[in-house]
Structures are given as C-alpha cells and as structure tokens.
C-alpha cells in the first residue's frame, strides 16, 4: 500500500486541521501517511502515486493560494489523469465556489475525485467537517 501523502497550504491553520484529519483517517485506515505543507513537496514525489489529497483554503475572490499552491496544482494537472485526488480546505466568505471549481478542473485533467467533491469548512473545521476528512483520507487509503 502506498503512503497516503495529504499536501496543504494554510494560513491560519484551519486547511492544517483538516488535513490532519485526513491524514488520521488514512491511517485508521491501515495506511502510511505524509502530511506536507506544500512549500515542503515536489509533485514529482506524487506522480507515482495512486491517490492522495490536497488541500487549500479560498483566497482573494474564492481562488486557490496564488503563490505556492496554484502552481503545484498546475504541475499535478499534468500528470492526474487515472489518479484518485482529494480535495479539501476551508473558507471565510463565499460558498464553495473555489472548491467547485477546483475539482471541476481536476477532473478535467482526468483524475477522479471522490464523492465528487471536496471537502470544506467555513472557518474552522467543526466535527462534521472534520469527519468529512477523516472519511476522505479512509477513502484514499484504499488506493
């Protein structure tokens, strides 16, 4: 089985508490898991991959992070196709729509996204949430 990596981005710390879910999830789940600040991870350690997850809260007008997430996102989209990607991250205004149109891009690039959608809070993740999370990373962990 391979290690379930979970990469994030996270000013506040809210998208960091959901990825640790995620990641406690994945190894309830049996699994090995890697929980990465993306400044830390190249996308080359994810191409081998099966699955894994990422996460990103909304910024400015509901957009990924500019300066390191969305580039990492533009580099995976390369490769995504037949890979199962997870999505998650919280939001302080809007409704969801970086999260829509981030996996409407991901699967366009071919890669599967479960339940077919991300994960979200707004603000901080509450348990529900944090369930949501823990449920992706279940899921993930069977890749």
């Known amino acids: 089985m391979d290690t379930v990596y979970v990469v994030y981005w996270s000013q506040s710390g809210n998208t960091q508490a959901m990825a640790?879910?995620?990641?406690?999830g994945a190894q309830a789940s049996g699994s090995?898991?890697?929980i990465v600040p993306v400044s830390e991870v190249s996308?080359?350690?994810l191409k081998g991959l099966k699955g894994f997850a990422l996460g990103c809260p909304a910024m400015g007008s509901e957009e990924?992070?500019?300066?390191?997430?969305?580039p990492f996102v533009a580099e995976?989209?390369?490769?995504?196709?037949?890979k199962t990607i997870g999505l998650f991250g919280s939001y302080g205004w809007g409704d969801g729509e970086w999260m829509r149109n981030w996996t409407d891009r991901m699967k366009?690039?071919?890669a599967?996204?479960?339940?077919?959608?991300?994960?979200?809070?707004?603000?901080e993740p509450d348990d529900a949430a944090k369930s949501a999370c823990e449920a992706l990373g279940g899921?993930?962990?069977a890749y």
């Open 32 to 34: 090995q898991t890697k």
């Open 108 to 110: 366009a690039a071919g």
């Open 76 to 82: 995976i989209e390369k490769f995504a196709a037949g």
């Open 139 to 141: 899921s993930l962990a």
């Open 20 to 24: 640790e879910a995620v990641g406690a």
């Open 112 to 123: 599967t996204v479960p339940g077919d959608e991300g994960v979200i809070a707004c603000g």
């Open 64 to 70: 990924l992070e500019e300066s390191e997430m969305e």
């Open 43 to 45: 996308p080359d350690e």
